[in-house]
């Protein structure tokens, strides 16, 4: 295990060197990878804020500090929503400064992470291009929640590159470098490891050191700075957490617990609308019929007849089958006559 964790970061280094060799790493890219997951209004309105602090009085005018200054490069990314109607970067970066407070841009509510997710992209972009304007390709990629790597790529013939220091919290991550091995494997780099002049582009991994916790280990923020004789390039990693087996078994039972009373609820939605259905169809198939009853030895006009002796709830199971009935065994008139008398009944049959 313990050569595995070795050779991670070894193998890590140099995949990422012959990446930076083989293709261009363009400060655009590192940028919006850094800024993934974070939504394209929340980015234009950090981006416009920070465009304002640094080239914008609180007045709303071009600070005197930028008089003079070549502004095409940062008009660029002035979010189009804006509006800006000239040509002339002078001209835009003036009506920027002037519209920007009052836009919505100005007004929409970032999240403190968010809004610090993105200007630390920002600076890294700048640093980026800094020393892509010095010839040295700077990108970096992070592997899961536990390791990042940089590389540095350039033309030893064309570019003198000095290493000059690496800044980080020793007790949060280690860091290996193909920097000072002439054989170009991985040794362990420190803020303490002496500046010196590197003869060909190279890479820095640097693996996260968990602190242990009941539900897992937890990584804290680390802000990781390689500085060279032509600038810095600093990444800041967010706070993460990697739960342990037994909670992310519990976590797992539980999605599926929540799963089935899902699917559950959705059984229980169609058989409600089934019932619902059933229901509405019985309400609009139900009819109601009325009965008039006499029970004596012989029938009597418009009264259907049951003989002498007959049970009122025999006639009911007669002629209201699975039917819901209103009216009373009691007859509502009776008189004596013939062979055993006459018994009248008015009942009815809901059928529903």
């Not at 040794?187 to 820095?204: E, G, M």
Request: glycine share 6%; with cysteine.
């Amino acid at each position: 295990m313990r050569y595995l964790e070795r050779l991670i970061p070894m193998l890590l280094s140099i995949i990422t060197v012959a990446q930076a060799q083989t293709k261009q790493a363009a400060c655009e890219v590192v940028y919006s990878d850094s800024v993934r997951n974070i939504s394209s209004e929340t980015k234009r309105s950090v981006e416009a804020n920070s465009l304002f602090d640094q080239h914008c009085s609180a007045s709303g005018e071009v600070k005197s500090s930028g008089m003079g200054i070549d502004f095409s490069a940062v008009v660029k990314n002035i979010p189009v929503k804006l509006g800006i109607n000239t040509s002339n970067s002078s001209e835009a970066m003036q009506q920027f400064c002037k519209i920007y407070q009052t836009s919505d841009y100005a007004q929409l509510d970032v999240s403190s992470f968010n809004s610090s997710v993105v200007t630390d992209a920002l600076k890294l972009y700048n640093q980026c291009k800094v020393l892509e304007g010095n010839n040295v390709k700077a990108s970096h990629v992070t592997a899961g929640t536990r390791a990042v790597t940089f590389s540095f790529d350039f033309d030893k013939n064309k570019v003198n590159v000095v290493f000059d220091h690496i800044q980080f919290d020793t007790s949060l991550a280690k860091c290996t470098s193909t920097a000072f091995n002439p054989l170009g494997f991985p040794s362990v780099i420190s803020p303490k490891t002496r500046r010196s002049t590197i003869s060909r582009p190279f890479s820095v991994t640097c693996v996260r050191i968990p602190q242990k916790t009941p539900n897992g280990n937890r990584y804290p923020p680390v802000s990781i700075e390689i500085s060279t004789n032509f600038g810095p390039y600093v990444v800041n990693l967010p706070g993460d957490q990697e739960y342990s087996y037994q909670v992310a078994s519990k976590a797992l039972a539980q999605i599926n617990l929540l799963k089935s009373q899902v699917t559950k609820l959705n059984t229980d939605k169609i058989q409600d609308v089934a019932l619902k259905d059933a229901l509405s169809k019985r309400i609009n198939d139900a009819n109601v019929t009325a009965h008039t009853v006499v029970v004596g030895q012989y029938g009597k006009g418009g009264w259907q007849h049951f003989g002498c002796d007959t049970k009122i709830a025999d006639i009911w199971k007669l002629l209201c089958p699975n039917s819901k009935i209103f009216g009373s065994q009691n007859s509502v008139n009776s008189h004596s006559g013939d062979q055993c008398g006459y018994s009248y009944y008015l009942f009815a049959c809901l059928n529903i």
